[in-house]
């Protein structure tokens, strides 16, 4: 028998995306929509020896093609015609949830209702009648809680069983669509909302048919938004949040398992590899490559792998617990002045990950002006892949203050993307007004599967970049650091210190104008991760992600003559906001489609880290932190 | 007005219900009544954002976040 094609539709927050994971498990891919950055899901799963496709449609509160989302959504459902749809429906909040259902059936599309998160309607006092709500409907009605193997059980059971070609609107349906048709028909200035205003009429009616509501209780949700999105308190648990994700992150999980894979690579790999290759008589140029260049090079990124994907895992959750929603709430004002609205908060806080999902999470934004601001300056932010940067020239020059030092460039990356969007607001983009509106869904513990599948999607990209830019840069950075055009050479007169000694004239009155510096900036732009990776080459360390304080003593003698601690921080400053790696750029061209903005990207950011760094330099040196 | 005093959405207290009367045209007219905020609709406002802005309101058994700026353009009763 073919493969059944089901698609998952329905409004955000209605754990469409939970049943979708549930269904599939790690059996799916991920891509984009062609022409467009929206996440397109499919999965496959085998039930009752048929084969079964699943795609997970973007979350839409109505199909009226006002966002890519909509668009994509009802261009899939009325060109590839799925046999099964499903509506996934919240339970706890149905009147709006029958909104898209409505419209999706004015479409002439049958569905499967889901009536999703039936425990939380259940705790909120709400009994719905199914049988009374498939007969309204006509449609099938089905029970489910996202997380229960049983009743995902139970739906995959109605996908092979029911064909939905059966299933007709109820009489009532067909008079409603037929109304709908007669007022579009009128060619009348208020058409579309004389029709929101039916729809609702019609979802009231049968609301109070298949509803009933026993008390109202106070829900948890209202007593924790009390406090975390209230009055005084709302900020600092935002700051404290934000701070735990960094302290979780690079204090109690990260570091820890960074070092674990970073002794294995020092202590074992290494020493292994190179009795190996001295064993088996390689010459002594190869066994340099890998070990000095290869091992020490892609080893240094393998390092941070664990604090990448403890980051993604936290910023997993926190969306998964709905509290992401209430940061854009509380931080809308701000990011107002800026010209984006609250909801740009999202794709920033990514941007502490990896500008790449960010750049990408930027689409879900609501206008496009929004969108290409938040694009451009989301790489001001200190990603994962900066922060093996900033950890270790703190642990170098900034021994007993290094937290606050990374704090510090972490505060600085926030304040120039907030500046430079003020900035692109008022002169690039045309002032369009921007709105917010947002639902803010009911606090929730994630579904840890969604949870685990979001987080190993994002951190396999880094596993990625690993095993090839980074591997190739190795190479690269090897080669240029060991030869010259007379052959191979000493360091100092290496292909890379001509280079970098090119580049370093640019940073004449920044302090930091060696050519190891100016190497660093050059591949820094290949991978961020890379100034580590050639800092560790060049300083002559064989495993610079040894846990940095280790890696600091082993530098100090080499590096402490090249940098003073301020030039040391007019360099990271000069990391933390320069042009973004070639991933970011790849990304940005993607989603622009444009090779003008994409350099402007590129050029721009150079421009405001070279200031930053100048300013921060000559000031200090001023106020005499020189020495 | 039938019910009570006529004023906008956003000089309602926190913790007060209302009941929209109608909404002025803006540009979000169509997606403000969309997300279920037309004529006749009983909103409870919950409370506003440190900042005072944007304000947060349960509407339709669900919870939904707007600028004041919007909600100037919605017009409600008291009940």
Known sequence: MATLSVALTGNPNTGKTTIFNNLTGARQKIGNWPGVTVDKKV???????RAISVIDLPGTYSINARSAEEQIVIDYL???????????LDASSLERNLFLT???????????LDLNMMDEAKKRGLTINVKEMEAQFGMPVVETVAKDHKSIKKLMDVFTEKALCNYHPSDLIEEHIAKVKEISNNNKDQVEEEII????????????????????????TEKIDHIFANGFLALPVLFAIIYMLFEITFDWIGQPMADFVDGFIGDTLTPWAQEILADLEVADWLQSLLVD???????GVVTFVPLIFTLFFCLSFLDGTGYMARVAFIMDPVMRRTGLTGKGVMPLIMGFGCAVPAIMGARALDSEKDRRIAMLVTPFLTCGAKLPVMALFAALFFPD????VVFSIYVAGVIAAIVMAKVLNSTTFKSEESTFLLELPPYRFPDMKTVLLETWDKGKGFLVKAGTIIFAMSIVIWFLSNYNFSGPAEMEESFLATIGAAVANLFVFHGFDTWEAGAAVITGILAKEAVVATMGVLYGVADVAEDATEAAQQMQSTIGTSFTSLSAYAFMIFIALYTPCMTALGTIKKEFSSWKWTLFSAGYTFVVAWVVSLVIYQVGKLLGFGA | MIGGIEMTLNDVQPGSTVKIEGLENSSIKSRLMSMGLIKGTTVKVLRSAPMGDPMAISVR????ALRVADAKNIMVSVL
Do not use: F, W
Not at chain 1, 293 to 299: M, Q, S, T
């Open chain 1, 78 to 88: 009325l060109n590839e015609k799925p046999e099964i749809v499903v509506n996934v």
């Open chain 1, 43 to 49: 999965g496959y799963v085998n039930h009752n020896d």
């Open chain 1, 293 to 299: 260049g290869v091992i020490a090079g892609v080893g």
């Open chain 1, 102 to 112: 409505l419209q999706l059936l004015e479409c002439g599309i049958p569905v499967i």
């Open chain 2, 61 to 64: 058994s669900y919870n939904l």
């Open chain 1, 401 to 404: 203050d290094a937290t606050n």
């Open chain 1, 197 to 220: 205003e039916l729809r609702y009429a019609l979802i009231d009616n049968i609301m109070g048919k298949i509803v009933k509501k026993s008390g109202t209780s106070n829900s948890i």
